[in-house]
């Protein structure tokens, strides 16, 4: 199983950008799937979380700009930022739960994609 980040970038203040993250693999099926982001000399911390029950919960940092959402026949989710600002920079990653098998077995495990990088700035 991977996950692929795309769509960071360079955005003035004030602009938008949307992220995606694809899951690929032998995937029976994913749980709840998560944006994080991580500053430079800071930790990695959650930005958005969609369960596969469509519960949400934000950072109150991004709370009302950021919207998470995904599409399950593509087994992809998005991040699209809004209003745009400065502290948003950061290298942003995906996660999910992923139930995936090999053979006839099943496993449940956890993925990170590889990083996206936003930059905000003017």
């Known amino acids: 199983v991977q996950l692929q980040a795309s769509g960071g970038g360079l955005v003035q203040p004030g602009g938008s950008l949307r992220l995606s993250c694809a899951a690929s693999?032998?995937?029976?099926?994913?749980?709840?799937m998560s944006w994080y982001r991580q500053a430079p000399g800071k930790r990695r911390d959650l930005v958005a979380r969609?369960?596969?029950?469509?519960?949400?919960n934000y950072a109150d940092s991004v709370s009302g700009r950021f919207t998470i959402s995904r599409d399950t026949a593509k087994n992809t989710v998005y991040l699209q930022m809004n209003s745009l600002k400065p502290e948003d920079t950061a290298v942003y990653y995906c996660?999910?739960?992923?139930?995936?098998?090999?053979?006839?077995?099943?496993?449940?495990?956890?993925?990170w994609g590889q990083g996206t990088q936003v930059t905000v700035s003017s």
């Open positions: 969609l369960t596969s029950g469509s519960s949400t």
């Open positions: 996660n999910a739960d992923v139930e995936y098998y090999k053979g006839t077995n099943y496993y449940v495990e956890n993925f």
């Open positions: 693999g032998r995937i029976f099926s994913i749980g709840a």
